[in-house]
């Protein structure tokens, strides 16, 4: 039985992210959880158990941690604008300033008429071309008004426009953006032919050089395994540093000190893999 809305809830609306997204965490990391967990309990030595349970409690802290950040994402919607709440990221625009609302799947958002302040709105330009090469997360239209932040996400909210109240609400809040032509005529800003070449180099010398580490990795002996797991870090070191460059100089600072920080722990293990192997090679130990 459906209840009707409090005279508060008619004034402020507040939404979480939708179910399905908040188990992703439970869902990719779950396995690897109860595999840690077998192995915490069932190996036969106890050097194996102790790995077993260093990595269910590092997969725990980072399920939880991941399942909390979010837990706190949400999104507000007032009789004045619409408000995106999440860690590192705080968008805000008065309907006044809205041009329109997409809805096409899994690229939903709010599209506004000015660049939003602050550093929330660098944040997401700085992650606007995340994903694999020629397949980013986002579309053309969406890195656009990212990169001029325009742009307020809700795909994260969708479940709440096919199964809850949030397509009603913005009917009651904002008639003006529900009758709004769902395209919009927004820049694209194409890359030069030129430029694509270039990527597509680095592409294809990265994904080879992370191909035969798989392989060393996989078929190699134990030497070449420890070469192989050297390449993979080293490149997931460099690609880090990359976002962390990127995200700097855009002006997102906490991206960037998030890329930086991963691009230290690479290269630390990597020293000290390195490290190893020159013991290995030498015949110390």
Same mark, same amino acid.
């Given at each position: 039985?459906?209840?009707?809305?409090?005279?508060?809830?008619?004034?402020?609306?507040?939404?979480?992210?939708?179910?399905?997204?908040?188990?992703?965490?439970?869902?990719?990391?779950?396995?690897?959880?109860?595999?840690?967990?077998?192995?915490?309990?069932?190996?036969?030595?106890?050097?194996?158990?102790?790995?077993?349970?260093?990595?269910?409690?590092?997969?725990?802290?980072?399920?939880?941690?991941?399942?909390?950040?979010?837990?706190?994402?949400?999104?507000?919607?007032?009789?004045?604008?619409?408000?995106?709440?999440?860690?590192?990221?705080?968008?805000?625009?008065?309907?006044?300033?809205?041009?329109?609302?997409?809805?096409?799947?899994?690229?939903?958002?709010?599209?506004?008429?000015?660049?939003?302040?602050?550093?929330?709105?660098?944040? $997401? /330009? *700085?992650?606007?071309? @995340? =994903?694999?090469?020629?397949? #980013?997360?986002?579309?053309?239209?969406?890195?656009? %008004? !990212? &990169?001029?932040?325009?742009?307020?996400?809700?795909?994260?909210?969708?479940?709440?426009?096919?199964?809850?109240?949030?397509?009603?609400?913005?009917?009651?809040?904002?008639?003006?953006?529900?009758?709004?032509?769902?395209?919009?005529?927004?820049?694209?800003?194409?890359?030069?032919?030129?430029?694509?070449?270039?990527?597509?180099?680095?592409?294809?010398?990265?994904?080879?050089?992370? $191909? /035969? *580490?798989?392989?060393? @990795? =996989?078929?190699?002996?134990? #030497?070449?395994?420890?070469?192989?797991?050297?390449? %993979? !870090? &080293?490149?997931?070191?460099?690609?880090?540093?990359?976002?962390?460059?990127?995200?700097?100089?855009?002006?997102?600072?906490?991206?960037?000190?998030?890329?930086?920080?991963?691009?230290?722990?690479?290269?630390?293990?990597?020293?000290?893999?390195?490290?190893?192997?020159?013991?290995?090679?030498?015949?110390?130990?």
């Amino acid at each position: 039985m459906r209840t009707t809305p409090t005279p508060e809830a008619m004034k402020r609306c507040i939404y979480h992210v939708g179910p399905w997204r908040r188990a992703i965490p439970w869902m990719v990391f779950g396995p690897m959880l109860v595999l840690a967990a077998s192995l915490w309990v069932f190996a036969d030595s106890v050097g194996d158990r102790s790995v077993g349970a260093l990595i269910f409690a590092i997969l725990t802290l980072l399920v939880l941690g991941l399942h909390a950040l979010i837990s706190y994402a949400r999104l507000e919607l007032t009789a004045e604008g619409v408000r995106l709440r999440q860690i590192g990221m705080n968008l805000a625009a008065p309907w006044i300033d809205v041009a329109g609302l997409r809805l096409d799947p899994r690229h939903e958002g709010f599209v506004t008429l000015h660049p939003i302040g602050g550093s929330g709105a660098a944040n $997401l /330009a *700085a992650v606007r071309d @995340l =994903g694999w090469y020629y397949n #980013s997360i986002y579309n053309e239209e969406q890195q656009a %008004v !990212m &990169a001029e932040r325009r742009w307020i996400p809700i795909e994260a909210f969708a479940w709440h426009l096919r199964h809850g109240r949030l397509r009603e609400d913005l009917a009651r809040l904002a008639p003006a953006v529900q009758s709004l032509p769902p395209q919009l005529a927004l820049p694209v800003h194409p890359v030069s032919p030129a430029v694509q070449r270039r990527r597509l180099v680095i592409f294809l010398f990265m994904l080879g050089a992370f $191909l /035969a *580490a798989i392989v060393m @990795l =996989g078929l190699g002996p134990p #030497s070449r395994r420890e070469h192989g797991g050297l390449v %993979v !870090m &080293a490149l997931l070191a460099f690609y880090a540093g990359w976002r962390a460059w990127r995200a700097f100089r855009s002006g997102a600072h906490l991206i960037g000190v998030l890329f930086a920080f991963l691009t230290l722990f690479g290269v630390l293990w990597c020293l000290l893999a390195w490290g190893d192997l020159a013991i290995l090679f030498s015949g110390v130990g």
